[in-house]
């Protein structure tokens, strides 16, 4: 089946450093990927839609200048975390879109961001 | 406005008996109806959706879910659970008119006891 990877996995920073995680379909290309954070024992939440060579579109009440998206390939979105702050300690999820005779939402196994 | 509700945090069964996890929407238009799964540090994994159809819709690891418009329900179901069945569930829906976006349930603990 296909396959989203995320990377790192895990990262640890300090307060007001950046942190870039890169989302990538590994057998198909995709146009439209997301990113979701979520909180302990809580649902996804939807942050931004990413489009290949366009820029994201954000959901209400997610900063733009924080939380910087870029889907430069068809393979590849990156969200980089802004001057990080403790609050923003999350496990961030990313899909893609495989179009197709069906279209399907595949995940990555998620990132585990911890703030110091 | 559209929503999902999973109506119970948690849910405990014992390893053999039948499971059940509620899931209710409100959406407009018809919508597509999906289940997913989250292991432990790990993403999510998709179940079985809904778009047309047959009512009962049958899935990975032999759940199924059955779609009822009156009720506007989506209720996974299994009719033996496996203590490896313990994971957390998320109900989802997506709108006709959306982008591929996705509306989420809370999320269900499920819980199997051997």
């Known amino acids: 089946g296909a396959v989203v990877s995320q990377h790192p996995s895990r990262v640890i920073c300090k307060s007001g450093t950046s942190v870039k995680i890169e989302c990538r379909s590994l057998?198909?290309?995709?146009?439209?990927m997301f990113w979701y954070r979520q909180f302990p024992k809580q649902s996804l939440m939807l942050m931004a839609t990413?489009?290949?060579?366009?820029?994201?579109?954000?959901e209400q009440g997610v900063e733009k200048d924080k939380f910087l998206i870029n889907h430069a390939s068809l393979t590849l979105s990156t969200l980089t975390v802004t001057s990080a702050h403790p609050e923003d300690s999350s496990f961030y999820i990313c899909?893609?879109?495989?179009?197709?005779?069906?279209?399907?939402?595949?995940f990555g196994p998620g990132t585990r961001l911890l703030v110091l | 406005a559209q929503s999902v509700a999973q109506p119970e945090d948690q849910v405990n069964v014992a390893e053999g008996n039948p499971l059940t996890v509620k899931c209710t929407y409100s959406?407009?238009?018809?919508?597509?109806l999906f289940w997913y799964v989250q292991y432990p540090n790990r993403g999510l994994q998709f179940l079985l959706k809904?778009?047309?159809?047959d009512n009962l819709v049958k899935g990975s690891y032999g759940f199924e879910a059955e779609f009822n418009k009156s009720q506007t329900s989506f209720h996974l179901k299994k009719p033996s659970a496996l203590v490896s069945d313990s994971a957390l569930y998320f109900c989802?829906?997506?709108?006709?008119?959306?982008?591929?976006?996705?509306?989420w349930g809370a999320g269900t603990k499920l819980i199997i006891k051997p």
């Open positions: 959406v407009s238009g018809n919508p597509y």
């Open positions: 057998d198909f290309q995709a146009t439209t």
């Open positions: 899909s893609a879109i495989k179009r197709g005779v069906q279209e399907t939402q595949y």
């Open positions: 989802a829906v997506r709108a006709m008119d959306s982008n591929y976006q996705l509306i």
């Open positions: 809904y778009i047309t159809g």
């Open positions: 990413s489009n290949e060579g366009s820029k994201a579109t954000y």
